[in-house]
T-cell receptor, first 114, second 114 residues
Framework: AQSVTQPDIHITVSEGASLELRCNYS??????LFWYVQSPGQGLQLLLK??????LVQGIKGFEAEFKRSQSSFNLRKPSVHWSDAAEYFC????????????FGTGTRLTIIP | DTGVSQNPRHKITKRGQNVTFRCDPI?????LYWYRQTLGQGPEFLTY????????KSRLLSDRFSAERPKGSFSTLEIQRTEQGDSAMYLC????????????FGSGTRLTVV
């Protein structure tokens, strides 16, 4: 069975500082990996996704993520955060081999301080 | 492309009542998914449809829950005899096909059972 661990429940960074959100997955084959962002009371917006090829993936809003198979990780990064980045971030893994569901982590809440 | 639409946005109901939620996917998407998200957790898969066929149901979907997608367009999720534990955000998503597409989520329906 697939699973996702987001070890950081809450992260606080200063505006303009760099950001890294951690994600570790468990899956027996090559996973499909996603990062979503959720603002309070809203649905989820896809930031980026990885399926194959280049292990460094670029997404929207200046985010990027790096797939590291040896570490079973897919960490999200941004070089300089903006106050509007404050939200909940979810990492998800999918198999898409006759099983179309995504398995989400418990999320990391990001707070930005001026 | 008007996105995935969910109605109502909020629903407050008394324990024991039945409730029904509606999801209108992106028109050209043939796959539709329902997820449930409780406070402080990531979304959990409930069920999904390919066109009008319900292809998978989670064990989370007890006998009190039923979902339909008549004619492969909009979908409804009904909860009978609601319990306080049903209080959650119910998220709908759609995608154009299986495989590495990622979902487009709606804004969700927030259910509060009192």
């Amino acid at each position: 069975a697939q699973s996702v661990t987001q070890p950081d429940i809450h992260i606080t960074v200063s505006e303009g500082a760099s950001l890294e959100l951690r994600c570790n997955y468990s899956y027996g084959a090559t996973p499909y990996l996603f990062w979503y962002v959720q603002s309070p009371g809203q649905g989820l917006q896809l930031l980026l996704k990885y399926f194959s090829g280049d292990t460094l993936v670029q997404g929207i809003k200046g985010f990027e993520a790096e797939f590291k198979r040896s570490q079973s990780s897919f960490n999200l990064r941004k070089p300089s955060v903006h106050w509007s980045d404050a939200a909940e971030y979810f990492c998800a893994v999918g198999a898409f081999l006759g099983n179309e569901k995504l398995t989400f982590g418990t999320g990391t809440r990001l707070t930005i301080i001026p | 492309d008007t996105g995935v639409s969910q109605n109502p946005r909020h629903k407050i109901t008394k324990r024991g009542q039945n409730v029904t939620f509606r999801c209108d996917p992106i028109s050209e998407h043939n796959r539709l998914y329902w997820y449930r998200q409780t406070l402080g957790q990531g979304p959990e898969f409930l069920t999904y449809f390919q066109n009008e066929a319900q292809l998978e149901k989670s064990r989370l979907l007890s006998d009190r829950f039923s979902a339909e997608r008549p004619k492969g367009s909009f979908s409804t999720l009904e909860i009978q005899r609601t319990e306080q534990g049903d209080s959650a955000m119910y998220l709908c998503a759609s995608s154009p096909g299986g495989g590495p597409y990622g979902y487009t989520f709606g804004s969700g329906t927030r259910l509060t059972v009192v």
